[in-house]
């Protein structure tokens, strides 16, 4: 087997059984526990739900587990986790579900699982494979965007910190935000970066609108940007 699959495999492993999930169930016995021998068999996990959610502690556990065993490079790696743990929906508590395999005594409960844990997994080992921060960062765009949009190419990305008051940004992109009421659909949390492209003395905001809104809400006057120039 590829090193390639071992490491996808062993991403898939996390998101097959999320421990920071909270959650509680019944076992019902639909035999009334009258079977024939001294064992009912008959177990079936039932009324599961989620009671505890926490987006970030999700994220924060996953990239403390690819820490441990080396596979984040550069701050670019924890960007593009969090970005595509996002894009593949992580942050919404309708995908996931239980996992329930048969025991000895019936079903027996295994834990709650991202539902597209194979999907998800395959897409961070991508990322965390790729050479260059260059790469890691078009190919995060490709993901979100479907192509690389032409003032998006042939671009070196670089992470800085600057003064917010000297980032701008696109008409659509706060009309995108005013549309979704200016709130984030996922919790944000501290050290938020945002992607930039280099414009003279200005960077020109392309992604992170809610994340630079929030920084400015806590009075912050820099944030953190990864930031496209060209090569």
């Not at 009912?40 to 599961?48: G, S």
């Not at 820490?67 to 929906?89: A, T």
């Not at 920084?215 to 120039?229: L, S, T, Y």
């Amino acid at each position: 087997m590829k090193n390639y699959n071992k490491s996808q495999l062993f991403l898939e492993q996390f998101f097959k059984n999320i421990l920071s999930i909270e959650y509680d169930y019944n076992t019902n016995y639909p035999c009334n526990k009258s079977c024939d021998d001294d064992y009912c068999r008959c177990a079936e996990i039932d009324d599961f739900k989620i009671t505890k959610f926490n987006f970030n502690n999700i994220k924060t556990d996953f990239v403390n587990l690819c820490k441990e065993n080396k596979l984040i490079k550069s701050s670019f790696d924890e960007y593009g986790i969090e970005k595509l743990l996002i894009l593949n929906g992580c942050f919404k508590i309708e995908n996931f579900s239980k996992v329930v395999e048969n025991g000895y005594y019936g079903e027996e409960f295994i834990g709650v699982k991202f539902n597209n844990f194979k999907q998800i997994a395959k897409e961070i080992d991508c990322l965390l494979s790729l050479n260059n921060e260059d790469s890691k960062i078009e190919f995060l765009l490709l993901k979100e965007y479907g192509n690389i949009p032409p003032l998006y190419q042939n671009l070196h990305w670089v992470e800085e910190k600057v003064s917010i008051d000297s980032i701008k940004f696109k008409e659509k992109i706060l009309n995108d935000a005013k549309n979704d009421n200016i709130k984030a659909p996922y919790p944000l949390q501290e050290n938020n970066k945002v992607i930039c492209l280099q414009q003279n003395k200005f960077f020109l905001l392309i992604d992170g609108y809610h994340r630079l809104s929030l920084e400015k809400e806590k009075n912050n006057k820099q944030i953190h940007i990864i930031k496209g120039i060209k090569k």
